[in-house]
């Protein structure tokens, strides 16, 4: 059900008088979307449905501040995004080394042939992988690709340095680029 701007507006009018049934049909248009979001920031579903929920009362709680500039589904991702960022911020992932192995070999490649890895690939399939990364290098590579977050943004977020940013990034994109070529061989047999 796509909302046209005056029933968006009307909606939005109606939560910020405490309308319950407009608070609901906010809720059900944009909880989808917005779970879809912080599950690629959390790997627990429970604790994505739970950060998703809390990101929709205090979004009810700061819809004063919306003044229906830009775009009102940009505006709650942020919301979501920031509140996805605090639960993983709060659980003190060790951000300087993700796994026991040494990865320093492995070498960042984008050229146009990793590209093609991803073209093959159904996108439900690379999401799934994408999943599978670590939950630092899940974090910094939605926050890179997906988000757009510069590496000193990142580093301001997640309170590590520019350089352990761009490390984890590299990783992230290394162990995806593998992930998806161990899948292609396994599903090309």
Same mark, same amino acid.
């Given at each position: 059900?796509?909302?046209?701007?005056?029933?968006?507006?009307?909606?939005?009018?109606?939560?910020?008088?405490?309308?319950?049934?407009?608070?609901?049909?906010? %809720?059900? *248009?944009?909880?989808? /979307?917005?779970? &879809? +979001?912080?599950?690629?920031?959390?790997? =627990?579903?429970?604790?994505?449905? $739970?950060?998703?929920?809390?990101?929709?009362?205090?979004?009810?709680?700061?819809?004063?501040?919306?003044?229906?500039?830009?775009?009102?589904?940009?505006?709650?991702?942020?919301?979501?995004?920031?509140?996805?960022?605090?639960? %993983?911020? *709060?659980?003190?992932? /060790?951000?300087? &080394? +993700?796994?026991?192995?040494?990865?320093? =070999?492995?070498?960042?490649?984008? $050229?146009?042939?990793?590209?093609?890895?991803?073209?093959?690939?159904?996108?439900?399939?690379?999401?799934?992988?994408?999943?599978?990364?670590?939950?630092?290098?899940?974090?910094?590579?939605?926050?890179?690709?997906?988000?757009?977050?510069?590496?000193?943004?990142?580093?301001?977020?997640?309170?590590?340095?520019?350089?352990?940013?761009?490390?984890?990034?590299?990783?992230?994109?290394?162990?995806?680029?593998?992930?998806?070529?161990?899948?292609?061989?396994?599903?090309?047999?």
């Amino acid at each position: 059900m796509k909302l046209e701007k005056t029933d968006l507006h009307n909606i939005l009018e109606g939560c910020k008088r405490g309308d319950s049934d407009c608070q609901k049909l906010l %809720f059900d *248009k944009f909880f989808g /979307k917005m779970l &879809s +979001i912080c599950r690629r920031y959390l790997t =627990d579903d429970e604790e994505a449905k $739970d950060v998703t929920q809390e990101s929709f009362i205090l979004m009810f709680n700061k819809l004063e501040a919306y003044k229906g500039e830009g775009s009102f589904e940009g505006w709650l991702r942020r919301i979501v995004v920031n509140k996805a960022i605090d639960t %993983f911020r *709060k659980k003190k992932v /060790k951000t300087y &080394s +993700i796994d026991e192995h040494d990865w320093s =070999d492995v070498k960042d490649t984008t $050229d146009s042939e990793d590209e093609s890895i991803y073209n093959v690939i159904k996108p439900d399939v690379v999401i799934e992988h994408i999943q599978n990364l670590s939950p630092q290098y899940k974090t910094i590579f939605n926050l890179h690709v997906v988000e757009g977050y510069t590496h000193q943004q990142i580093s301001d977020e997640l309170k590590i340095s520019v350089g352990t940013s761009k490390s984890n990034l590299s990783k992230a994109r290394a162990r995806l680029k593998m992930s998806l070529t161990k899948y292609l061989k396994k599903v090309n047999v």
